[in-house]
C-alpha cells in the first residue's frame, strides 16, 4: 500500500517560476525524503527531513515538515526545464528503514 | 565515490522462463532494498537485507521471487518462471548502518515479459 500521497498529480509552469508540491502520509516517520525520476530512469535523491526537523534547504529546494498534520511540501523556486521530472516523496518508517511512497507528481517546466 | 550499480539495465524474456538482476550497492552500505515500480505508480517494497541477511519480505514477493545477498555486498533478485504480470522497473537501493539516512536507487533494471 502506498502511504504518501503526492498533490498535485500534474503540475505546468514557465521556467522561472516556483514549483510547490505536496506530501501527506498516515502513520509515523522516521524521516521523509523526495526523489526525481526523469522518464524510464532510475530515483535522484533531492533532499531528507527528519521526523523532528521543520524546515530544509538545499540549493534551490526548500522542503518542510508538519508532523501535526503528517505534511510535507517541496519547493523548487526559480524553476528551469531541465527540473521537468516526475518528483516522489517517500516516507522512512520502522526499524527496517523501508521507504514507502506516494504515486508522484509530473512537473513541467515550459521555457 | 561508484553510485549504486544495477544490470542489466533491460531485460525482455518470454513468459515462463527465469531472470535474474544483479545490484551493486554503495561499497559501505550495509542495508540494501529491492523495489519494484509499474508504468505510473511509484515505487512499492520487496524486499531488505542488513548485510546478508534478509529480514523483511513484502506480500508482493510470491514464492517465485527469491532475493539474496551472500557476502553481505551484491545481491541478486531471481524470477521464476516469469509472467507478463511481472513487466516491470526493478530498483534497488542502499543506505548506512544508521538507517535514518538517505537511501540512494540505482538505474534500475526494465523488464519486459512477452
Same mark, same amino acid.
Request: aromatic share 8%.
Given at each position: 500500500?502506498?502511504?504518501?500521497?503526492?498533490?498535485?498529480?500534474?503540475?505546468?509552469?514557465?521556467?522561472?517560476?516556483?514549483?510547490?508540491?505536496?506530501?501527506?502520509?498516515?502513520?509515523?516517520?522516521n524521516n521523509l525524503q523526495w526523489y526525481r525520476q526523469n522518464s524510464g530512469r532510475g530515483l535522484v535523491h533531492l533532499i531528507l527531513i527528519r521526523s523532528n526537523e521543520r524546515e530544509k534547504h538545499s540549493g534551490r529546494l526548500r522542503v518542510t515538515l508538519d508532523t501535526s498534520k503528517k505534511s510535507s511540501s517541496l519547493l523548487i523556486t526559480a524553476s528551469r526545464a531541465a527540473d521537468?521530472?516526475?518528483?516522489?516523496?517517500?516516507?522512512?518508517?520502522?526499524?527496517?528503514?523501508?521507504?514507502?511512497?506516494?504515486?508522484?507528481?509530473?512537473?513541467?517546466v515550459r521555457p | 565515490?561508484?553510485?549504486?550499480?544495477?544490470?542489466?539495465?533491460h531485460k525482455i524474456t518470454k513468459r515462463g522462463q527465469n531472470v535474474t538482476f544483479r545490484c551493486d550497492p554503495i561499497s559501505e552500505h550495509n542495508r540494501l532494498y529491492w523495489y519494484r515500480q509499474t508504468l505510473g505508480q511509484g515505487p512499492e517494497f520487496l524486499t531488505y537485507f542488513q548485510n546478508e541477511a534478509q529480514l523483511e519480505?513484502?506480500?508482493?514477493?510470491?514464492?517465485?521471487? *527469491? /532475493?539474496?545477498?551472500?557476502?553481505? @555486498?551484491? #545481491?541478486?533478485?531471481?524470477?521464476?518462471?516469469?509472467?507478463? &504480470?511481472? *513487466? /516491470?522497473?526493478?530498483?534497488?537501493? @542502499?543506505? #548506512?548502518?544508521?538507517?535514518?539516512?538517505?537511501?540512494?536507487? &540505482?538505474?534500475?533494471?526494465?523488464?519486459?515479459?512477452?
Open positions: 500500500s502506498q502511504q504518501g500521497e503526492e498533490d498535485p498529480q500534474a503540475l505546468s509552469i514557465q521556467e522561472g517560476e516556483n514549483a510547490t508540491m505536496n506530501c501527506s502520509y498516515k502513520t509515523s516517520i521537468t521530472a516526475s518528483y516522489f516523496c517517500a516516507t522512512n518508517t520502522g526499524a527496517n528503514s523501508k521507504l514507502t511512497f506516494g504515486k508522484g507528481i509530473t512537473l513541467s | 565515490d561508484t553510485g549504486v550499480s544495477q544490470d542489466p539495465r519480505k513484502s506480500r508482493l514477493l510470491s514464492d517465485r521471487f *527469491s /532475493a539474496e545477498r551472500p557476502k553481505g @555486498s551484491f #545481491s541478486t533478485l531471481e524470477i521464476q518462471r516469469t509472467e507478463q &504480470g511481472d *513487466s /516491470a522497473m526493478y530498483l534497488c537501493a @542502499s543506505s #548506512s548502518w544508521t538507517g535514518n539516512t538517505e537511501a540512494f536507487f &540505482g538505474q534500475g533494471t526494465r523488464l519486459t515479459v512477452v
